[in-house]
């Protein structure tokens, strides 16, 4: 609970997070399967493999960076939900 709290009122709202759970299933999904409070709220992901950035013109989060040894491919059989992949993403700076 509180997560409405932590949203509300925020200009930008960044979510860090491991990818996958420990059955190694994706995190990141289509749909919620929760209750939600707050909709449409992140602003980014930043996971263990990732950095995802929302893209508000088209819903739906655009793969902006990736771990060291971290591919393209992995990371998109990964994420149940679509992403927006346009270019090599860039490496995060460890």
């Given at each position: 609970?509180?997560?409405?709290?932590?949203?509300?009122?925020?200009?930008?709202?960044?979510?860090?997070?491991?990818?996958?759970?420990?059955?190694?299933?994706?995190?990141?999904?289509?749909?919620?399967?929760l209750?939600?409070t707050?909709?449409?709220?992140?602003?980014?992901?930043?996971?263990?493999?990732?950095?995802l950035?929302?893209?508000?013109a088209?819903?739906?989060f655009?793969?902006?960076?990736?771990?060291?040894?971290?591919?393209?491919?992995?990371?998109?059989?990964?994420?149940?939900?679509?992403?927006?992949?346009?270019?090599?993403?860039?490496?995060?700076?460890?």
């Amino acid at each position: 609970g509180g997560a409405m709290d932590l949203v509300a009122g925020v200009k930008k709202v960044v979510v860090a997070m491991e990818h996958c759970t420990r059955k190694d299933e994706p995190k990141i999904l289509k749909e919620c399967n929760l209750p939600l409070t707050g909709r449409r709220c992140i602003d980014m992901i930043i996971t263990d493999l990732c950095v995802l950035v929302m893209d508000p013109a088209r819903n739906r989060f655009r793969l902006a960076e990736l771990a060291p040894g971290v591919g393209v491919d992995e990371v998109v059989a990964k994420t149940e939900a679509e992403l927006i992949v346009e270019h090599e993403p860039a490496l995060i700076a460890v």
